[in-house]
């Protein structure tokens, strides 16, 4: 399942990481990646002024209740990366670990891409990943994310004119299984449509009830 996801920061945070962004050294992506296989820029180092611009992006997706109730995050790693005209990354699946800021891994169960790019402002770069039913192919506005499972084939097509920024990043959940995780989200918005999330709603216990404790059978902590 991939999910699109609007509006996880707006215009002006996006210009702002923009500004912040160009002020920043790029080195060449194949520092994480074989040259035949990807060709790309991305955020060097651990700068303190690199770090605020990650932390922007985590707290926009933890504090996105799509996101938050889809992933149920527990750990990130997480680059922002610039492809230029000629660049793309071919089919390929995400490692089971990365490492984080801290140097400890973590288990890569979710993988998205928060789009800072206007997708008229570039040519090619799509983002496509393949599934049992065909090629799923996303063009995602500036401010919008995408969320999938991390063992999805999935690639960036040749960019042809214009740069396509975006933060890419992997998630490990607090739930590691997939139908689980579906089960949880799926909750969450059946909640919301029945009760708008009201707390003295006379379902709104009884929905809490419900999910904290499948959480309780689920949870890895």
């Given amino acids: 399942m991939l999910l699109k996801i609007p509006d ?7 210009q702002g990481l923009l500004n912040e962004l160009g002020k920043q050294s790029f080195q060449d992506g194949t520092v994480s990646g074989h040259s035949s296989l990807k060709r790309n820029l991305q955020l060097a180092g651990q700068t ?9 992006v985590v707290r926009a997706l933890v504090t996105n209740r799509t996101f938050s109730a889809f992933a149920q995050p527990r750990n990130f790693q997480l680059v922002f990366n610039r492809y230029e005209a000629g660049m793309f990354y071919k089919d390929h699946m995400d490692a089971a670990l990365m490492g984080n800021v801290r140097g400890q891994p973590i288990r890569t169960d979710l993988s998205f891409t928060l789009f ?3 997708p008229a402002s570039y040519q090619g770069g799509d983002f496509i990943m393949r599934t049992n039913f065909g090629d799923l192919r996303v063009r995602g506005e500036a401010g919008h994310a995408i969320c999938y499972p991390s063992n999805m084939l999935h690639r960036v097509e040749t960019v042809t004119g214009g740069a396509r920024w975006a ?12 139908d689980e995780r579906l089960a949880l989200f799926e909750l969450d918005q059946l909640r919301e449509r029945v009760t708008g ?10 929905f809490g009830r419900l999910r904290e404790n499948l959480l ?5 902590v």
């Fill in 216 to 220: 309780r059978l689920w949870v890895e």
């Fill in 197 to 206: 999330n009201a707390v003295d709603h006379p379902e709104d216990e009884q």
């Fill in 116 to 118: 800072l790019t206007d």
């Fill in 8 to 14: 996880v920061l707006s215009a002006a945070e996006v």
């Fill in 167 to 178: 933060a890419v990043g992997w998630v490990q959940s607090f739930v590691r299984g997939l």
């Fill in 48 to 56: 303190p002024e690199a770090q605020k611009l990650l932390n922007v």
